[in-house]
């Protein structure tokens, strides 16, 4: 099992709807992140917390809105999002920012219809 | 600026053979590290090896080695006696300590093919 839990693995939403996905680590770490996961694209940062603080965005539309309540738990809430935001959302952790590894979660994959 | 270059989009390997996996970085951080990660068509990006960038030994994870060439700026991955399971995407991956430190940058990935 996983130390990085996502749910749910599966969403199908409109346009007009409120979603919400969690991400939940059992790794004791410190930093949690949420990565993007486009048809033949890199990876994307989104958002990086790092002891409950966002530390960085790299420059995501305001549709999308992390929550991170503890170092445990971190969420990503949509809303109005457009057909090309369906993608693979992934959360990851790691025990800091600096240079160790990050550990992912199994990822949600977001269908926008 | 970080990048990282994976210049094989697929990759094929019989079973029991040993394949290299390219990858290529460029930064200007001194301090950095280099990851391999393999996402499996369940879409979970399971962690492989590690590779700080004053570690002097390549590193090694069982059937996994990084042959970490610093001058050449490559940090390659190599699979030892292919298993079937081992079919999924491979995805080379670094990160600075000074300039990238809040960020995993990585390739575009290889798929990799084991045929039986």
């Known amino acids: 099992e996983t130390g990085v839990t996502q749910t749910p693995r599966h969403l199908v939403m409109g346009m007009t709807n409120k979603k919400s996905l969690k991400c939940e680590q059992h790794?004791?770490?410190?930093?949690m992140y949420w990565y993007k996961q486009s048809a033949k694209k890199p990876l994307e940062l989104m958002f990086v917390?790092?002891?409950?603080?966002?530390?960085e965005n790299n420059s995501v539309p305001s549709r999308f809105s992390p929550e991170c309540p503890n170092s445990s738990h971190l969420f990503l809430h949509l809303h109005t999002l457009q057909p090309e935001d369906s993608a693979l959302y992934l959360c990851a952790s790691s025990l800091n920012v600096k240079v160790s590894e990050a550990f992912f979660g199994q990822g949600t994959r977001l269908t926008v219809v | 600026a970080q990048k990282i270059t994976q210049t094989q989009p697929g990759m094929f390997v019989q079973e029991k053979e040993a394949v290299t996996l390219d990858c290529t970085y460029d930064t200007s951080d001194q301090s950095y590290g280099l990851f391999w990660y393999k996402q499996p068509s369940s879409g979970e990006m399971i962690f492989l090896i590690y590779q700080g960038s004053y570690d002097e030994q390549n590193a090694t994870e069982g059937r996994y080695s990084l042959n970490f060439q610093k001058a050449r700026k490559s940090a390659n991955l190599v699979i030892s006696a292919s298993q079937l399971g081992d079919s999924a995407m491979y995805f080379c991956a670094m990160r600075g300590a000074q300039t990238g430190a809040n960020n995993l940058f990585f390739g575009t990935g290889t798929r990799l093919t084991v045929i039986p």
């Open positions: 917390y790092n002891f409950k603080e966002q530390t």
């Open positions: 790794l004791g770490h410190n930093a």
